[in-house]
């Protein structure tokens, strides 16, 4: 065989060679590699998560991980490690999951009108990666709560119930910060002088909306309510409000899921300050965490002569409101009755 033969053998068998390579880092990295049904899915790495661990977690996900490993470990991934929320779509390559592990996906943190901060660590802590004891420590941390000046009992005050974004792998220290900077932000000029024309603090403004927004249900009708209770406040009057003496029985036993329905006559002795029956004036702290509706309402109270409120028997979820005792007698009177034909006790 001459020269010319052995390097013309020599670069087929090179091109030969370079073709399977090409052909088997091909298959390694750009092939389809997923095995789940569904269009998308999100895969959740720990924080300090191991590369192992990070691969337990995708076993669920991709059919064969050696080939995986094979791209992790060339494009170095398994040496950089990033925690958070990564969304995975079905048909990804092990170039394309490598990829989008490495871009973290915000999530989309949502709570509603919670009435503790152990309720609310626990709805946090189902959304984000921090566990519910780190919440309660960030939101009752000391330093946390004088620098934005609130108290362990005030601090309900400052969550105003919305949605949020945070990455998943956000520390509840950084939460905590964040809830207090849409706080800031949430009590804008106009709001902060609207609060000052009624004589009230920010707290108190949200005391009044938390108990505004446990009466009803309607955010219409909630600036009429509030309207009420400072008719009442103005004139000294006690806000003999049902849902402050249900929240003294919540907080009196430390369940504050437990459901009652009906406030019954001794209940309105009960030794508390957020007894609004025995003691005059707002009680030291909300109640729950007033939605944005509750809060404007007390902010653009109806101006009306109405002291009295009471459930509508003719028009679920509404008011009766009457101005004197009187005719709130007629309407307490309907309701009492109603009640007791559904067979409600409590």
């Known amino acids: 065989m001459n020269l010319k033969k052995i390097v013309a053998f020599i670069a087929v068998a090179g091109i030969i060679v370079a073709g399977i390579v090409a052909f088997v880092i091909y298959n390694k990295a750009f092939v389809p590699n997923t095995k789940f049904t569904q269009n998308e899915v999100y895969v959740y790495i720990p924080t300090n998560a191991s590369y192992e661990e990070v691969k337990d977690t995708l076993s669920h996900y991709l059919v064969d991980l050696d080939k995986f490993d094979f791209m ?16 995975l779509k079905k ?39 921090p566990d519910s ?4 420590k960030a939101f009752t941390d000391p330093t946390f709560l004088s620098e934005n000046e609130f108290t362990e009992e005030t601090v309900l005050a400052l969550f105003i119930p919305d949605t949020y974004e945070f990455y998943w792998n956000t520390s509840a220290d950084k939460i ?8 800031r932000r949430f009590w804008n000029n106009e709001r902060r002088m609207k609060a000052a024309e009624k004589n009230l603090s920010l707290i108190q403004v949200a005391t009044l909306a938390s ?20 008719n009442r406040l103005a004139t000294g009057m006690p806000l003999q409000a049902d849902p402050t003496i249900i929240y003294a029985l919540k907080k009196r036993s430390g369940d504050y899921n ?21 003691n005059a004036g707002l009680p030291p702290a909300p109640i729950t965490m007033p939605d944005i509706s509750a809060i404007d309402a007390v902010l653009n109270a109806e101006k009306h002569d109405y002291y009295y409120f009471c459930a509508s028997p003719s028009k679920p979820g509404y008011h009766a409101f009457a101005a004197n005792y009187a005719q709130h007698q007629i309407n307490a009177r309907e309701y009492s009755q109603w009640v007791n034909k559904l067979g409600i006790n409590r």
């Open 133 to 136: 004891l780190d919440f309660v």
């Open 258 to 278: 437990q459901v009652i329905k009906r406030v019954l006559y001794e209940d309105l002795k009960i030794d508390s300050p957020y007894n609004t029956y025995v």
């Open 211 to 230: 108990i505004v927004h446990k009466e009803t249900v309607k955010v219409e009708e909630r600036p009429r309510v509030a309207g009420v209770y400072l």
């Open 72 to 87: 992790a470990t060339n494009r170095k991934y398994n040496q950089n490690i990033k925690a958070g929320r990564f969304l």
């Open 176 to 183: 905590a910060d964040k809830m207090a900077k849409s706080y």
């Open 91 to 129: 048909g990804m390559s092990n170039f394309d999951v490598v990829r989008a592990l490495r871009l973290n996906v915000p999530v989309k943190v949502a709570f509603n009108n919670q009435e503790s901060i152990g309720n609310l660590a626990g709805r946090l802590a189902s959304q984000t990666e």
